[in-house]
């Protein structure tokens, strides 16, 4: 599977971004979906996933409350609603795709999309 991001940009403390990957080939709603996130100076890091089937989502403490994932299957695109953007949020925002277990453990995953640059002025 083949991914593509978009959405980043710059926006004030406070603001919102909408960010969206889209995905090539049909076996798109068998892989559990995920964003990570890479800060300068700073590892890539967990952001969110959602399972195939979009019941069940899991998000790094950071973002709880202030970030939702959600996929649409019939359109091969998995989404990344940010609200209460702070300045820490600044990072390159990158999805992902493989198995739920590689995903919320942030190893060995199969599938990246390029990133997308968000950045937070305060």
């Known amino acids: 599977v083949q991914l593509q991001a978009s959405g980043g940009g710059l926006v004030q403390a406070g603001g919102s971004l909408r960010l969206s990957c889209a995905a090539s080939?049909?076996?798109?709603?068998?892989?559990?979906m995920g964003w990570f996130r890479q800060a300068p100076g700073k590892e890539r890091e967990f952001v969110a996933a959602?399972?195939?089937?979009?019941?069940?989502?899991d998000y790094a403490d950071p973002v709880k409350s202030r970030f939702t994932i959600s996929r649409e299957n019939g359109k091969n695109t998995v989404y990344l609603q940010m609200n209460s953007l702070k300045p820490d949020d600044t990072a390159v925002y990158y999805c992902?795709?493989?198995?739920?277990?590689?995903?919320?453990?942030?190893?060995?995953?199969?599938?990246w999309g390029q990133g997308t640059q968000v950045t937070v002025s305060s």
């Open positions: 992902a795709a493989d198995y739920w277990a590689q995903l919320v453990r942030g190893a060995s995953i199969d599938y």
């Open positions: 080939g049909r076996t798109f709603r068998t892989f559990a």
């Open positions: 959602i399972s195939s089937s979009g019941v069940t989502t």
